[in-house]
Nanobody, 123 residues
Framework: QVQLVESGGGLVQAGGSLRLSCAASRRTFSSYTMGWFRQAPGKEREFVAYITWNGGSTYYADSVKGRFTISRDNAKNTVDLQMYSLKPEDTAIYYC????????????????WGQGTQVTVSS
């Protein structure tokens, strides 16, 4: 079992930045691909970014590429999502998730989820 706790959400104006952080409870955190997903009201949960177990590979949704950066610190059991140039359409609840088996953009392939943190971008 891996417990994930997100933090860092909030209200920001368009063009601003936020840094989300996700803390994991388990010492084997370094074995997991970590992903960030988001869900806006009335919409499906969508993939944002993932980072492989050793940070060697990252992948981003087209909608955030060039604006968001995912990183991890296996010594601290944390994964961060730095978000720049935020847009109103980035408004959503952001979730971090852990995937033991493979790097994936599919939410159903992730084994553990955090409770989410709200990001609101005003225009």
């Amino acid at each position: 079992q891996v417990q994930l706790v997100e933090s860092g959400g909030g209200l920001v104006q368009a063009g601003g930045s936020l840094r989300l952080s996700c803390a994991a409870s388990r010492r084997t955190f370094s074995s997991y691909t970590m992903g960030w997903f988001r869900q806006a009201p009335g919409k499906e949960r969508e993939f944002v970014a993932y980072i492989t177990w050793n940070g060697g590979s990252t992948y981003y949704a087209d909608s955030v590429k060039g604006r968001f950066t995912i990183s991890r610190d296996n010594a601290k059991n944390t994964v961060d999502l730095q978000m720049y140039s935020l847009k109103p359409e980035d408004t959503a609840i952001y979730y971090c998730a852990a995937n033991y088996n493979r790097a994936s953009i599919r939410a159903y392939e992730y084994d553990f989820w955090g409770q989410g943190t709200q990001v609101t971008v005003s225009s």
